[in-house]
């Protein structure tokens, strides 16, 4: 079992940035990838970044430039550096652990508004 708890979410003007936290923990030995989604009222949850064990990223469109994932396999941490927000970033963010078997675990996100 592994418990995800996410961090850093807020209110903040356009423009402005933010850094999202998730730590993990339980038996986090059985992580593999780790990822942000996010999820704005009456929308689906979709994928902002992921990033492999070994550091490999995979970011959305609108997140490229703007969005940094990394992650600190020691601290069992992950973050999501989110810069020159937009009032459309506003979404609840979710932070996600695969296991080795496929699994996912989920936390419970957090929440980020952006004022125009």
């Known amino acids: 079992q592994v418990l995800l708890v996410e961090s850093g979410g807020g209110l903040v003007q356009a423009g402005g940035s933010l850094r999202l936290s998730c730590v993990a923990s339980?038996?986090?030995?059985?992580?593999?990838?780790m990822g942000w989604y996010r999820q704005a009222p009456g929308k689906q949850r979709d994928l902002v970044a992921n990033i492999t064990l070994g550091g490999i990223e995979n970011d959305a469109e609108f997140a490229r430039g703007r969005f940094t994932i990394s992650r600190d396999n020691r601290l069992n941490t992950l973050y999501l550096q989110m810069n020159d927000l937009k009032p459309e970033d506003t979404a609840v963010y979710y932070c996600?652990?695969?296991?080795?078997?496929?699994?996912?675990?989920w936390g419970e996100g957090t929440a980020v508004t952006v004022s125009s």
């Open positions: 339980g038996i986090t030995a059985s992580i593999n990838d």
């Open positions: 996600v652990a695969r296991s080795f078997r496929g699994y996912d675990y």
